[in-house]
Structure formats: structure tokens, C-alpha cells
């Protein structure tokens, strides 16, 4: 289920309507203030995408609350679920080398057995696990393999659902941990390393999955509300180190240190090209990424029960009426993001919060 808070929301239609009527948006600037006042926001990032372009960005209230430092643009932030779409591009990469296919057993990817005992014979493909139709779900963890691997735990079977694999939907962010194990072992890259080299860097975006490469200095705290006392409180489990973990990693098993289902850190400006490319069929300020076909299957539902296709939600009229949006939300450590395009009508917006008391 794709969550978006009421003042990430609010924002959203704010942008559209200034968007639509060709408002100046500068103008949006007081209205943006006075949600962020109302909804009790620590910090806000957004940008605005038109026509390829990042028409408009902008960042107010604060980036740390003890150092009482203002958020700027350049601030990047651990953005939750959004990472997925990031691990489904990759994927898609492999899949047009022709190193794998979609409709894999995802079992002989990932290295272990992966069926669910209440359908033995049923394979569970990658589009499954990719489209969350896998019928796996997060009930033992999703941040170690061990849950799910039958040589590994007697309790494997509680990570499967009753339904048959392929049958109905459900969010499960395992599925994405292990899809990043299956990015290592096919591609033989470190799975934060694959990510930077074939993804970010050739479309020149600063982020990552591993928070050891990246300028702390950088880093936006995210803020939990302590509803009790009435107040903030940081999470640095967001950000925490992973050196130790990394000096035993073992490749395509430790995957879930870099938490390929929600461990992306990167700017909202950032994010907003990224999105850009997926708004152009996999390619952006001419760099194609992954091929128009593989654009239009991540994009393209899955699941009749469910809007999903892979790490996108397509064809979403939730989000701003009588609009079809494209895209994804993430929610962690306090953290709300958001990000959603139109790629018909070739707009778009990202909105990230880092703290908010409703």
C-alpha cells in the first residue's frame, strides 16, 4: 500500500495548482510555510519537474533541530520506499543484458529456495516478487535472508501468506532486500556499488545506498514524534554505519545491510531527475538508462487488485484529482516522501518531510 502523509499531500495539490495556472511560485512559498506551521514539519524539500526540467525547487525549516540548522537543497535524506524503484531499475538492466528474466524462478536467483509450502509446485517469479504478488510477506523481519531461507530457519513458512503465489497483493519489503541480493549475484558488483555505477552516476544524481561513502555533513536528521511528551526525537538508526558489517560482507547474502527496499539517501533535487528519466521512457538530459520496453513494464500494473507494477504504483487517482499519477511513497524514521508524475502530461513532484507531528 502506497502511504502518503496529509501534509506531503497538501503540498502536492499546492504545486499543481501553481503549476496548472501558471502561478508564480514563489507565491506558494507562504502557503507551503503555513501547512508546515499547521502540520507541526521539522523540514520540507520539494521540486517541481515540467518538461524535463526541475521548473521550480525549494527547501524550508530545519535540517537538525539541536544544531538548529536550516534545510537547503543540496540535503539529502534517507528516503524510504522510493528506493525500490531504484532496485527495479537495475533489475531491468539485467534483464535487458540478458543476464535474467522476469519470469525467472526467483529460487535459482536468489540462491535458496523460495515456494510456498502451501503451493509447492508454484514457481515464484521475479515479476512476482518485484510486483509484491510474490505471496511473501514481512511477518519475521526483512533486514537478514535468514527469515526466509529454509536452511537457514525452522520459522521460513510464517514469511508466506495462504494465497497462491501470483494470485493477490501484498506490500512486502522483503521482496526488495532479496531482490537486491539477486542484483550481486548476477552482476558480480556490490549491490550499492551497482547501483552508483549504472544508475546514479550516469545521470550525474549524488546519493546512495551506503551511508559510509556519503558526506555526513550532508545527512538530514529525521525526527520520530513522541506523541506522549510532545516532542521530537531523532533517529540515527537512519543513517548508522555499516564499515563492520561490510568488512565480513558476504555477496549476494549481507545485501540487507544496504536495505535495497528503503535505503536510499538523496536530495529531493535529485531524486526529482531521477524521476525525470522514468517520466522519459528511461532516459534523461541524454542519457538513456534502461530501454523504453523495460520503462513501460515497471510502469505497467501487475497485480488486478492493486495499481502496482514494478516499484511504481501507476495510473493513481488518489493522489491529485481527476489526474493519473506514476510513482511511489516512502515512510521511515519519522521520514515522508513522495514521488509522483504524470508521464502524459509530462509534470511531476517530489515532496520529502523529515519530521511531522500528524
Request: neutral net charge; hydrophobic residues 35%.
Amino acid at each position: 500500500m502506497l502511504y502518503a502523509s496529509k501534509s506531503s499531500v497538501g503540498v502536492f495539490l499546492l504545486l499543481f495548482i501553481a503549476l496548472s495556472s501558471f502561478a508564480q511560485f514563489t507565491k506558494v512559498d507562504a502557503d507551503v510555510k503555513q501547512i508546515m506551521k499547521e502540520q507541526d514539519i521539522v523540514g520540507m524539500s520539494f521540486a517541481v519537474v515540467k518538461g524535463g526540467k526541475i521548473i521550480y525547487a525549494n527547501s524550508f525549516g530545519q535540517k537538525d533541530i539541536e544544531s538548529n540548522t536550516l534545510l537547503s537543497n543540496g540535503d539529502i535524506f534517507r528516503i524510504a520506499s522510493i528506493s525500490k524503484s531504484f532496485s527495479a531499475t537495475s533489475i531491468m538492466q539485467l534483464v535487458e543484458a540478458r543476464k535474467i528474466s522476469l519470469d525467472d524462478d526467483f529460487g535459482k536467483l536468489v540462491g535458496f529456495r523460495i515456494r510456498n509450502p502451501n503451493f509447492p509446485d508454484q514457481v515464484i517469479t521475479l515479476r512476482m516478487v518485484m510486483s509484491h504478488t510474490s505471496s511473501i510477506n514481512d511477518s519475521q523481519g526483512y533486514f537478514n535472508l535468514d527469515v526466509i531461507n529454509p536452511d537457514k530457519t525452522p520459522d521460513w513458512a510464517k514469511s508466506y501468506n495462504t494465497y497462491a503465489p501470483g494470485s493477490d497483493y501484498q506490500y512486502c519489503n522483503l521482496n526488495y532486500n532479496m531482490v537486491g541480493s539477486v542484483i550481486e549475484r548476477v552482476s558480480g558488483e556490490r549491490f550499492d556499488n551497482y547501483v552508483k555505477n549504472h544508475v546514479l552516476t550516469p545521470l550525474g544524481l549524488y546519493g546512495g545506498y551506503n551511508v559510509d561513502s556519503l558526506d555526513k555533513g550532508r545527512f538530514t536528521t529525521l525526527y520520530d514524534y513522541d506523541e506522549k511528551n510532545k516532542k521530537y526525537l531523532p533517529s540515527p538508526q537512519a543513517y548508522v554505519s555499516r564499515s563492520e558489517d561490510i568488512s565480513k560482507y558476504v555477496m549476494g547474502y549481507s545485501t540487507p545491510i544496504f536495505s535495497p527496499t528503503g535505503g536510499m539517501k538523496i536530495s529531493a533535487t535529485d531524486l526529482a531527475k531521477y524521476m525525470i528519466m522514468h517520466m522519459h521512457g528511461g532516459k534523461a538530459n541524454g542519457t538513456r538508462i534502461i530501454s523504453k520496453k523495460s520503462s513501460k513494464a515497471m510502469q505497467t500494473k501487475i497485480a488486478d487488485v492493486e495499481n502496482y507494477g514494478l516499484a511504481l504504483g501507476t495510473n493513481l487517482e488518489d493522489i491529485i484529482p481527476g489526474e493519473k499519477m506514476t510513482g511511489h511513497t516512502g515512510s521511515a524514521y519519522g521520514l515522508y516522501s513522495i514521488m509522483f508524475f504524470n508521464p502524459k502530461e509530462d509534470f511531476g513532484f517530489v515532496v520529502i518531510v523529515n519530521g511531522s507531528s500528524t
